[in-house]
């Protein structure tokens, strides 16, 4: 299968050891990341990523819309009372900020936001790829971490799950985020753009009725 380990992330041991292994693993090369905030994977100073991403070659990463329903269903699916709506948005819009200083530096740094709630979390640096799941009810830092590393093992479940990336990062129904203007970006199957929508309240509003 591929699967190279799978820890508790409770161990501050273990914790240690799997930032390192991420750092040797992504500085200077490139990112892919399905997450849900970003906040606790690289925004923080002392997350994982925080140095990996302003160290990295290429990033592509994909966030929850701070707007969208998607947005709302995870955060209110999360019993602890200090994870409400309202800092579920500001850890996103914080985590959509330090990409935008990046990319300021010229940092090669692409940012796609999707409305539906999240299922797994994907990172894949190197021959590594990293994966735990948003199980419902459960913040993500309590869940295991898998990780699974490249190889011309057919079974290997890396090449499927980097499959799962590849195709959320082409659908065309995702729209990148703009970081001169806030807009969201659409565009076709051919990647020319279609139309641009701002980052607006309404939407968000719009979709908490239904929650």
């Given at each position: 299968?591929?699967?190279?380990l799978?820890a508790?992330?409770k ?56 707007f ?16 409400t ?31 539906e ?95």
């Amino acid at each position: 299968m591929g699967l190279v380990l799978a820890a508790q992330t409770k161990s501050f041991r273990l914790r240690k050891q799997l930032k390192k292994i991420k750092e040797q693993q992504g500085i200077a090369k490139d990112v892919f990341l399905i997450g849900s905030t970003g906040c606790n994977t690289f925004a923080n100073p002392e997350s994982d990523l925080h140095h990996v991403i302003q160290n990295c070659r290429e990033a592509k990463i994909m966030l929850l819309n701070p707007f969208a329903e998607g947005a709302c269903l995870r955060a209110k699916s999360i019993p602890d009372p200090d994870i409400t709506l309202e800092h579920f948005r500001e850890q996103i819009i914080k985590s959509v900020d330090f990409l935008k200083n990046l990319k300021v530096l010229q940092k090669n740094i692409q940012l796609k936001l999707y409305e539906e709630p999240p299922l797994f979390k994907l990172l894949v640096l190197g021959d590594y790829l990293f994966m735990k799941y948003y199980h419902s009810g459960l913040n993500v830092q309590e869940m295991p971490e898998y990780i699974f590393r490249h190889s011309a093992n057919h079974s290997s479940l890396f090449h499927p799950l980097y499959q799962v990336f590849l195709s959320k990062w082409r659908d065309p129904t995702i729209p990148e985020y703009d970081f001169d203007t806030d807009e969201l970006v659409y565009r076709d199957n051919s990647g020319n753009e279609v139309k641009r929508e701002g980052l607006a309240e309404t939407t968000f509003n719009a979709a908490c009725v239904k929650c």
